[in-house]
């Protein structure tokens, strides 16, 4: 059982911004991939972020590309996106969640077992 935890979000104002960060309790293997998801008010949830904590390889959203990092402490079993250039529509409800050691796409949720509780992020314009 892997048991995470987000942290970090808040209000901004466009152009602005945020660093999340998701403790998990444990990894329970070194090599897992890790995601950042979103969901806002009527809209479906949205992979926007995933790593590989082995080799820390990436994979992005086209629609945060470039303005979003991904990026993981594995000493601490912590994960970051750090959010920059944020704007009203990055406004949404942001989960972290934890998958196996392989992934057929790193960005569908369906294939995360473990979810934390969610942090709010609101930016406005």
């Known amino acids: 059982q892997v048991q995470l935890v987000e942290s970090g979000g808040g209000s901004v104002q466009a152009g602005g911004s945020l660093r999340l960060s998701c403790a998990a309790s444990?990894?329970?293997?070194?090599?897992?991939?890790m995601g950042w998801f979103r969901q806002a008010p009527g809209k479906e949830r949205e992979g926007i972020a995933a790593i590989y904590t082995g080799d820390a390889g990436t994979r992005y959203a086209d629609s945060v590309k470039g303005r979003f990092t991904i990026s993981r402490d594995n000493a601490k079993s912590t994960v970051f996106l750090q959010m920059n250039s944020l704007q009203p529509e990055d406004t949404a409800l942001y989960y972290c969640a934890a998958g196996g050691t392989w992934l057929r796409n790193p960005l569908n949720g369906y294939e995360y077992t473990y979810w934390g509780q969610g942090t709010q992020v609101t930016v406005s314009s």
């Open positions: 444990r990894y329970t293997n070194s090599r897992i991939y």
